[in-house]
């Protein structure tokens, strides 16, 4: 097989955060956005009632997951757990319940950004459904990791068009805490600095959701520096029942641009209160109160945008 390295499609799937200029492009797509050639499809199909499935009772997973179809105003989240193997299979297609499983091969066991398949996405169904889904794994030193890159579907009338979402889909981009050491890392499906990868599937009245995985046609991916995060937090720690200010800098994002006419908002997560904060083009500058019953240790601060992006970065109270 020939293999190919394809363009980013950008039409109504949307990776939140992704720098298109970073991502090398070639030939090859079909009509309907997708590369030609042998795929394996994976539906997510949204159900106005859960199936209550009997385990014991599956024969065959089939090539869908079933998932809560949620609303225009009331989103239900479905967590993919992923697992690792050779093909690609449903292993519990019943997500109804809130969980559902899939296996897929590892995408990059170099870790090189180019990876061994390619993930496209299209929605299909009554126009105005929404998706957003976002990778995510546990550090069992300091919890979830969520990364900071995620795609956005919305089904608009007419036809609908695949996009490429392996960035978002097969990585992490985010602060990862390693032999104590905090570094920005773009992670690969089922690299050992992390556990339980899975997909956080949250739908908002999306019927289907059909999946292509391409093997043998790869995608370059960005550099996780090339990406907009967040790109430092001064100071990183805060003491129990202390006032504090902290300020928050970014990387190739502004905080005051055309896009974010709504100031962000800065999530310290419980047992802080966020007092007051400034807004510049590359900072946010927040005055944060410290509880003295605050939980010691690590804490992701989350940082949202008025899109509905968010950034993590990481913080410690002592």
Do not use: C
Not at 83 to 93: I, R, T
């Amino acid at each position: 097989m020939v293999r190919k390295v394809v363009y980013w499609a950008f039409a109504t799937v949307v990776v939140v955060g992704l720098v298109p200029a970073s991502v090398l492009g070639a030939t090859g797509t079909t009509g309907n956005g997708a590369p030609s050639g042998a795929h394996y499809s994976l539906n997510i199909i949204g159900m106005d009632k859960a199936k209550n499935v009997d385990p014991d009772s599956i024969t065959s997973q089939g090539h869908r997951i079933f998932v809560q179809l949620g609303s225009s105003n009331d989103k239900k989240t479905t967590k993919i757990l992923l697992v690792e193997g050779a093909d690609f299979a449903v292993l519990d297609y019943d997500g109804t319940d809130g969980s559902a499983k899939f296996q897929l091969p590892n995408p990059d066991p170099d870790n090189n950004g180019i990876t061994e398949y390619s993930v496209y996405l299209r929605v299909l169904g009554k126009p105005g459904g929404k998706i957003r889904m976002a990778t995510s794994a546990t550090d069992p030193d300091i919890g979830e990791v969520v990364s900071d890159l995620s795609v956005v579907a919305v089904r608009e009338s007419g036809s609908m068009r695949f996009a490429n979402v392996s960035a978002a889909l097969l990585y992490i981009y985010a602060w990862v805490y390693d032999e104590g050491v905090w570094t920005y890392q773009r992670i690969p499906l089922f690299s050992d600095l992390l556990q339980d990868y899975l997909w956080s599937y949250d739908n908002n009245g999306v019927r289907l959701a059909q999946f292509r995985f391409y093997e043998g046609v790869p995608t370059q991916v960005p550099d996780p520096l090339s990406i907009p995060h967040l790109a430092s937090i001064s100071p990183y720690q805060g003491t129990r029942g202390m006032p504090l200010g902290v300020t928050i800098t970014g990387a190739n994002l502004d905080f005051n641009g055309a896009a974010n006419d709504v100031a962000p908002t800065v999530d310290f997560g419980a047992g802080i209160t966020v007092d007051s904060m400034t807004v510049s083009d590359t900072s946010l500058t927040v005055q944060i109160t410290i509880a003295a019953d605050a939980l010691v240790g690590w804490r992701p601060v989350i940082v949202t945008l008025a899109d509905g992006t968010s950034m993590t970065i990481w913080f410690e109270v002592i």
